[in-house]
């Protein structure tokens, strides 16, 4: 089993940043696959970054270039650093953790919410 526990999400200002952390409740690297989804008001949840255990990252189109994930193995947390934020990014974003083996599990934390003004 893994909990995790978002932070670092509050309101910004269109341009600025925001630091988004979620800790793991075992050691980071021993999670097959780190996931930040995200979900605005009236829509569906989005994958928007991924990193897996070997470092390989994935981000979906409207985040590229913006935003970046990353591991702190020290803290056992992953970081979603979003920088040049723009008031679509506001959402309630989601930390999401896969296991494989040796059966396919999936967790979720609480989520932490983000709004960028005008």
């Known amino acids: 089993q893994v909990q995790l526990v978002e932070s670092g999400g509050g309101l910004v200002q269109a341009g600025g940043s925001l630091r988004l952390s979620c800790a793991a409740s075992?050691?980071?690297?021993?999670?097959?696959?780190m996931n930040w989804y995200r979900q605005a008001p009236g829509k569906q949840r989005e994958l928007i970054a991924t990193?897996?255990?070997?470092?390989?990252?994935v981000y979906v189109d409207s985040v590229k270039g913006r935003f970046t994930i990353s591991r702190d193995g020290a803290k056992n947390t992953v970081i979603l650093q979003m920088n040049s934020l723009k008031p679509e990014d506001t959402a309630d974003y989601y930390c999401n953790a896969e296991l494989w083996a040796p059966g396919r599990e999936n967790y979720w934390g609480q989520g932490t919410h983000v709004t960028v003004s005008s």
């Open positions: 990193i897996t255990s070997d470092g390989r990252t």
């Open positions: 075992r050691n980071i690297f021993s999670i097959n696959v």
